[in-house]
């Protein structure tokens, strides 16, 4: 069962309830979802974990992608430059899933090299912890308010962010050639 | 991160033994690979415990975006490299969502008898592993030798013994030889003393219970909170599988098969033939249970792989084979998950219109289950630090990725 | 053997022919601790095997793979010697080699027949507890020489181990000794000759608790099976063992087989009567000393062979136990120490006492001239059935004087007991 | 060449054992090594025991002197130091002092052991070692309070020492009784801290689990607990 029977009530209730946070949703999608304003995220989702009729319990995954394009990109899109962060919420209760989406820019405010932020939300789930570090590690997006914002899988020192679609593999690390 | 501080008045004339920082791997026996746990331990008590990881990156995900999705395929053996058939599965059902693909009932059959098989072969090596944690060596030669004949097995189908790249999108790789099935059910008849042989030597082994009754306690709320998944969900008395509370293009492989969800309801477990009672100083949600809920899966699993040839032999054809190589991806994301034998693993694949993916994401059951160890490790003994880590039963290749 | 030599030699050279027999003496002992280490090694890759469906050794030296100790040991000669940078280098070297003659030294004391001893002591029970307790200063040196921290938690285990299992162990030991009387091995296993029902175990069921309550702290005192946590491999790795290599790895091996044999024969002597089997076949085929050197030597061949089988039988034991038990964490194995081991080595020692005390000659005695009122004082100055049974004195050798005090024992108990009950 | 005396060669060896180890522990910086000096110092005495025939008594002085060394080095020397490779220094003024009072209790060892007539003449000729006497008998009954070794002495003079050392064994035992409870009040007082402080290590128990988890992260105060699914 993709949603709740009565998703229109539901999103209504959102709404009403974050009016500017809500910018787009789609819940009738086979994976339903939701985009949120980035400041409002935190809120948002305390709201769908405690509310009765929503009760995402389990965060199962958070996901950076980074939309970016340049000559050599082969596929025939016209995505402006952003990140997105995917939120993959689960209700254990309902047998639900829901996503939350929420879009930034590639480097705040524009400037190379200062990574966009996104409050955290790991004080609601604490799987979120890991998951952001990994984020932050993998894609470069800095979380405000996480407890031990660290690198998880590269190592502590290592200089970019893998996924990003512009990151140029460093020719050696600590003397070690990388191919 | 910080220990919470003992308030100073509880310390009265005491001899305060210095404190110690423990490095336990990343070359360690117990670590399932290469995890490296950093202990402050007080004497034998362990104040906190950080685990460390990302020794075994591989970057696959990096890897997923310059591969079409057939190609990725053997990537995904790769990750979970013990139960290499599920992560095959996973793979495969979020290319068919993504692409909006049927695959025939026969070739769902024969992917539940697969996946089955290798659900057997990993429980059996995440429960001995336990095992040879906590010092008993010899279950684990039995678990292997069993676990011998299932590679055998898979052997004989696809060639390969731990890494198949069997199951891919569209169905599989090949068909069963001639006398295939008979093996598989001469292997399921042999198959059950072995695992009465493991309740006695371990399950109800007085010894084996006092290190790991009450050792590693995981409230539900504690559990769902850190994303915990699979065995180590359904041993605090969360009932959740997704082989029966999954998304329908999964949950339909598993409809019209009978099995019970390994965890207990009221109180109780299902039962399934002789098994032992839960003994008394087991708290719900401990080593034990966890190890005791892989022992009733291995016992479930068995149970749908019988059903799986009679159901796979009665139908007419062949199974359906993989798509082509070159296989355009629609402008659209799928994100499906599967009940893995380490718990739910997830992939999201992002298509831009080519045949390669945009993005490729991997949710990893066992990296959510090694957060929890933080906080069951506060407070444990030295000794206790295998046995919990030896539960969870992680693989660090899933892990890191 | 020594004065065989001495008038074989030229007069002045007796100190040569001394020299030569305490020697060789010495290199007999050292080849049967080396010889038993070697045959438990290769048994414990056998039974291992044969408990986990597999063969073990097969090929090295025939079918039954009976030359593989000497194949480990050329291999482990042949590894590299490793010595930490932050060990300390004096210390480190030492350990293994004061864990080793810890281990032999027992071997000193322990009779493997009638006139088979290296050393008859009159106090040899003392002595082995004292010499094998020597083995905990060797494995904490070993810990804290290493320099890492994993063998320091090794180290501090095996101390707090085996330190508080020594009490329970010399609780189990008190008891064969106060009924036979003696701290001497030789004579405690003489006062077992006879048939089965004359081994001590048998003598009253407290006996027979101390006997499994003695089992469990020897597997402690070895650091066998559901006790082996300072080189605990889940855990610290190897425990103190961790940072050895090589030749010195071998010896701390040895070390621990070679007690794990001593302990056993401990308990087969104590309990098992030693070399006298179930069956008292030397006295059937009246293979004493009266009846010639050579049948007493005889005699003693075959007692050897009875206790050699008897320690294997409790190695096989240790073997089959660590292959079948998970391990015990530390706080249990001080747990059960003291809340199990000690009190019930304590009820042991209370219970045969009192048996003791109350049936001195044993349950059929007793009833039988119950009718007889005896005080039971009297009763165990007069005759002790068992001590009486005393045929030749070990301490006699060959030529040795016979004025030994041991003769005149009960006259000087006799009047122990009356100058104390004359109270002055 | 007149006969090697073994019995004199390892008297000598034990004896240069001890004394050399004896320094060693005075000299030696590092602890755990003074430690370990002083362990074969008593275990060099309890060699020159055996050699003596007092067999008993030599494994005595092992048990007791080494084992308890060997406690006392473990549990008070390497856990409590700060690190037990940190060596001691001592200041110029103290060698002046220890040498200086080394010097008179030397002195007067030595003076008190001349004067024993026993030693003050050169030793006998070589006579044969003692042979191995059961020994153990006797200090056991008189350990019990009965000297045996005074029966055949009748003199009334030496009766009165008849009750042999019952009374000091009594005292020895009492004392020992005493110094284990202290031990044990001083140990207890720890785990209780250990108990109340990072949570009991027998078993975990849940509320206790998230009380600490929540302490941990400040702001994680509203962290509502949700309740488990049904089926």
Same mark, same amino acid.
């Given at each position: ?179 | ?168 999108? #569209? ?181 831009? =219109? ?48 | ?20 027999? #305490?020697?060789? =003496? ?167 000759? =006879? ?96 009846? =010639? ?132 | ?231």
């Amino acid at each position: 069962m993709p949603m709740p029977a009565n998703e229109p009530a539901l999103l209504d209730m959102l709404k009403e309830q974050f009016a500017a946070a809500i910018q787009e949703a789609d819940l009738s999608a086979t994976d339903p979802w939701i985009q949120v304003a980035a400041e409002h995220l935190p809120a948002v989702a305390a709201f769908v974990r405690d509310h009765p009729q929503w009760r995402m319990e389990m965060l199962n995954c958070i996901t950076g992608v980074d939309y970016w394009r340049d000559e050599t990109t082969t596929a025939n899109v016209d995505w402006q430059p952003h990140i997105e962060l995917l939120y993959h919420l689960s209700s254990l209760a309902r047998r639900s899933r829901l996503m939350l989406k929420v879009v930034l820019p590639r480097w705040k405010e524009g400037q190379v090299g200062q990574l966009p932020e996104v409050p955290t939300v790991s004080h609601i789930w604490r799987t979120a912890e890991w998951h952001e570090r990994e984020v932050f590690d993998l894609v470069g997006v800095q979380f405000v308010g996480h407890p031990d914002l660290r690198r998880i899988l590269c190592a502590e020192d290592w200089v970019g962010h893998p996924l990003r679609k512009d990151y140029q593999p460093p020719a050696e690390y600590r003397g070690i050639p990388i191919a | 991160m910080q220990p919470e501080s003992v308030s100073a008045t509880q310390i009265e004339y005491d001899v305060q033994t210095e404190q110690m920082l423990l490095s336990m791997g990343p070359q360690h026996p117990s670590t399932h690979g290469v995890l490296r746990l950093a202990l402050r331990t007080d004497g034998e008590v362990v104040l906190a415990a950080m685990p460390h990881i990302g020794y075994l990156h591989r970057c696959a995900e990096k890897i997923g975006e310059k591969l079409t999705v057939r190609q990725f395929v053997p990537y995904t053996d790769r990750l979970d490299y013990l139960a290499a058939m599920n992560m095959n599965l996973g793979w495969a059902l979020t290319v068919e969502k993504l692409l909006g693909i049927e695959v025939s009932e026969k070739t769902m059959h024969l992917r539940v008898l697969v996946c089955e098989l290798d659900r057997i072969a990993s429980h059996l090596v995440g429960t001995c592993a336990l095992g040879l944690d906590l010092g008993s060596f010899t279950p684990f030669m039995w678990c292997f030798r069993e676990r011998e004949k299932i590679l055998n097995l898979f052997e004989a189908l696809c060639g390969a013994r731990m890494l198949y790249n069997y199951v891919v999108p #569209g169905g599989v790789m090949a068909e069963p030889p001639r006398g295939w099935l008979e093996q598989c059910r001469q292997f399921l008849d042999q198959f059950q003393p072995v695992i009465e042989d493991l309740h006695v030597v371990l399950t109800t082994n007085d010894v084996f219970i006092r290190r790991t009754a009450g050792i590693g306690v995981l409230s539900p709320q504690t559990a769902i909170s850190y994303g915990c998944t699979g065995p180590v969900l359904r041993a605090t008395g969360v009932c959740w599988d997704l082989r029966r509370h999954g998304e329908p293009i999964y949950t339909r492989m598993y409809d019209d098969y009978q099995f019970h969800i390994a965890a207990q309801t009221d109180g109780r477990y299902p039962q399934h033939g002789r098994q032992p009672p839960v003994p008394g100083s087991a708290v719900l949600g401990d080593s034990w249970h966890r190890f005791y809920v892989r022992l009733l899966e291995i016992g479930e699993s068995a149970a749908v792989v019988r059903q799986a040839i009679d159901k796979y032999s009665r139908l007419k054809g062949a199974p359906s084979g993989p798509i082509p190589m070159r296989t355009k991806l629609p402008q659209a994301a799928a994100y499906l998950e599967t009940e893995a034998p380490k718990g739910q693993l997830g992939f999201l694949i992002i298509g831009d =219109g080519s045949a390669v993916p945009w993005r490729v994401r991997i949710r990893s059951p066992s990296f959510c289950n090694l957060s929890a160890v933080e906080e069951m490790c506060r407070g444990c003994l030295l000794a206790d630090v295998p046995a919990i880590v030896g539960s969870l039963d992680i693989v660090l290749g899933e892990i890191d990725r | 053997m020594a004065d065989h030599l001495a008038n074989w030699f030229h007069p002045s050279l007796d100190w040569l022919a001394y020299t030569i027999a #305490g020697a060789a =003496g010495a290199a007999l002992l050292l080849v049967v601790a080396l010889m038993v280490a070697a045959v438990s090694m290769w048994l414990e890759r056998k039974i291992s095997a044969r408990i986990q469906d597999r063969l073990g050794p097969t090929r090295v030296g025939g079918r039954y793979g009976w030359l593989q100790p000497l194949a480990d040991g050329l291999k482990v000669l042949g590894k590299e010697d490793i010595i930490p940078a932050q060990a300390d280098k004096l210390l480190f070297r030492a350990a293994p080699y004061l864990a080793y003659a810890a281990a032999f030294c027992t071997y000193m004391v322990l009779p493997f027949s009638g006139r088979w001893v290296a050393l008859p002591l009159d106090s040899a029970v003392f002595m082995f507890l004292a010499v094998a307790s020597l083995e905990v200063p060797a494995i904490i040196l070993a810990g804290y020489a290493s320099g890492s921290k994993y063998s320091l938690f090794g180290a501090m285990r095996e101390a707090a181990q085996v330190v508080s299992y020594e009490i329970p162990l010399a609780l189990c030991v008190v008891i064969p000794v106060m009924l036979a009387g003696t701290l001497s091995l030789s004579e405690i296993a003489e006062q077992q000759r =006879g048939w089965l029902t004359s081994w001590l175990v048998f003598r009253n069921p407290f006996v027979c608790g101390a006997f499994f309550v003695f089992g469990i702290c020897a597997l402690a005192h070895t650091n066998r099976a559901p006790f082996d946590l300072p080189e605990a491999e889940s855990e610290l790795v190897a425990g103190f063992m961790t940072e050895y290599s090589g030749f010195r790895w071998v010896v701390f091996f040895m070390a621990e087989y070679a007690a794990m044999f001593a302990i056993c024969g401990l308990g087969a002597i104590l309990f098992l009567g030693g070399w006298n089997g179930p069956i008292p076949l030397t006295d059937l085929l009246g293979l004493r000393y009266d009846a =010639g050197p050579l049948a007493g030597w005889l005699g003693d061949a075959l007692g050897a062979i009875n206790f050699i089988f008897k320690c294997f039988l409790g190695i096989t034991c240790m073997i089959w136990m660590r292959w079948t038990l998970p391990r015990l964490r530390i706080d249990q194995v001080m747990s059960l120490c003291l809340k199990y081991c000690i009190p019930l080595a304590t009820l042991m020692l209370a219970g045969c006492m009192l048996w003791q005390y109350a049936m001195p000659g044993g349950v059929v005695h007793t009833v039988g001239n119950a009718g007889h009122s005896h005080s039971p004082v009297a009763e165990c100055t007069q005759h002790r059935p068992h001590a009486q049974r005393r045929l030749s004195n070990p301490l006699s050798g060959p030529g040795a004087p016979e004025n030994s005090s041991l003769r005149q024992q009960p006259r000087l108990l006799l009047e122990a007991t009356s100058v104390l009950l004359r109270g002055n | 060449m007149e006969a090697i005396n073994w019995h004199s060669v390892f008297f000598y060896l034990f004896a240069a054992l001890a004394c050399g180890a004896a320094a060693a522990v005075v000299l030696c910086g590092n602890i755990v090594r003074m430690a370990f000096a002083l362990v074969a110092a008593l275990g060099a005495v309890a060699g020159l025991f055996f050699l003596a025939g007092a067999d008993f008594l030599g494994a005595l002085q092992l048990l007791v002197y080494v084992g308890g060394t060997m406690v006392l080095l473990v549990f008070g020397v390497m856990l409590t130091s700060h690190s037990p490779l940190f060596a001691l220094r001592s200041g110029a003024g103290h060698w002046i002092a220890a040498v200086v009072i080394g010097a008179c209790l030397l002195t007067v060892l030595l003076r008190a052991a001349l004067a024993a007539n026993a030693w003050a003449s050169p030793p006998p000729p070589q006579q044969l070692p003692p042979r191995l006497q059961p020994t153990t008998s006797q200090i056991g009954l008189a350990l019990l309070g009965v000297r045996t070794d005074k029966l055949d002495r009748p003199d009334p003079v030496l009766q009165k020492g008849m009750c042999g050392y019952l009374l000091p064994f009594e005292i020895a035992s009492v004392h020992l009784l005493v110094v284990l409870i202290g031990a044990m009040f001083l140990a207890r007082t720890k785990r209780r801290m250990a108990a109340t402080g990072s949570g009991s290590n027998s078993s975990q128990s849940i509320p206790r689990q998230l009380e600490i988890g929540n302490a941990n992260r400040p702001h994680d105060a509203q962290n509502p607990t949700c309740t488990p699914p049904g089926e």
